[in-house]
T-cell receptor, first 117, second 111 residues
Framework: DTEVTQTPKHLVMGMTNKKSLKCEQH?????MYWYKQKAKKPPELMFV???????INESVPSRFSPECPNSSLLNLHLHALQPEDSALYLC????????????????FGPGTRLTVT | KNEVEQSPQNLTAQEGEFITINCSYS?????LHWLQQHPGGGIVSLFM???GKKKHGRLIATINIQEKHSSLHITASHPRDSAVYIC?????????????FGTGTLLAVQP
C-alpha cells in the first residue's frame, strides 16, 4: 500500500469557522508533510513532522495548527482563515526525514481543495 | 533567479510525438524528483533519481549531476499524458533535506 489519503476532498468554510484537514498513511513512514499550493504555482512547504514531533514550521501563521496524533495520521486545524488561504492543501509522507546525503522518496496525497469565503 | 528552472513552461504536442522537458538547478542536491499533476488533482511521483537514467513504461528520466541538469522524456505521447510536470530537487538545508520545486511545465497532447 503506497497510498496517502486525504479528507475531505473539498472544503468551503467561512472566515469564522473552525475546520480540520486529515491525512493518513499506512506505509510505516515516520515523516509527514503539509504543503500549500496556489493555482498555477508549485507547492510550498508548511510543516514537517518527524516521529510525531514538529521538526519544521515554515513561518506559517498561527491560524494553521498542525497535529500528529500518531505515526499514521496528520491533521491540519484551521481557524479564522482569510480568503487568500484558499488553495490546494497537499499532504505527503516519506520513510524518514532525510539528513545530509540521505534520500527518501515523498509520496503525495490527492489534496484537499479549500475555499474560504 | 529560481534555484530550479524548467523549460519549456508550456508545451503542446500531437499524439505520438516524442516529448522532452528540461530541468536545471543551481543548488547542491541529494536527488531529483519528477512529479506529475493533472489539473485540479494531487501529485504523483514519477521518478526519483540521483544519477544516470531511469525508465518506466513510456517515460524516461535522465540526470547529469556535473551539469546540474535533468530531462524527462515521453515517448509515443498520448492525450492522457496532458498534465503539469514538476521537477523538484532534494536540497540539504539545515537539519533536513527539503524539496525545492520548479515552476512546472504544462503539457497538452492533442489527438
Amino acid at each position: 500500500d503506497t497510498e496517502v489519503t486525504q479528507t475531505p476532498k473539498h472544503l468551503v468554510m467561512g472566515m469564522t469557522n473552525k475546520k480540520s484537514l486529515k491525512c493518513e498513511q499506512h506505509m510505516g513512514h515516520r515523516a509527514m508533510y503539509w504543503y500549500k499550493q496556489k493555482a498555477k504555482k508549485p507547492p510550498e512547504l508548511m510543516f514537517v513532522y518527524s516521529y510525531e514531533k514538529l521538526s519544521i514550521n515554515e513561518s506559517v501563521p498561527s491560524r494553521f495548527s498542525p497535529e500528529c496524533p500518531n505515526s499514521s495520521l496528520l491533521n491540519l486545524h484551521l481557524h479564522a482563515l482569510q480568503p487568500e488561504d484558499s488553495a490546494l492543501y497537499l499532504c505527503a509522507s516519506s520513510q524518514e526525514t532525510p539528513g545530509y546525503g540521505e534520500i527518501y522518496e515523498q509520496y503525495f496525497g490527492p489534496g484537499t481543495r479549500l475555499t474560504v469565503t | 533567479k529560481n534555484e530550479v528552472e524548467q523549460s519549456p513552461q508550456n508545451l503542446t504536442a500531437q499524439e505520438g510525438e516524442f516529448i522532452t522537458i528540461n530541468c536545471s538547478y543551481s543548488v547542491g542536491i541529494s536527488a531529483l524528483h519528477w512529479l506529475q499533476q493533472h489539473p485540479g488533482g494531487g501529485i504523483v511521483s514519477l521518478f526519483m533519481l540521483s544519477s544516470g537514467k531511469k525508465k518506466h513504461g513510456r517515460l524516461i528520466a535522465t540526470i547529469n549531476i556535473q551539469e546540474k541538469h535533468s530531462s524527462l522524456h515521453i515517448t509515443a505521447s498520448h492525450p492522457r499524458d496532458s498534465a503539469v510536470y514538476i521537477c523538484a530537487v532534494l536540497n540539504y538545508g539545515g537539519a533536513t533535506n527539503k524539496l525545492i520545486f520548479g515552476t512546472g511545465t504544462l503539457l497538452a497532447v492533442q489527438p
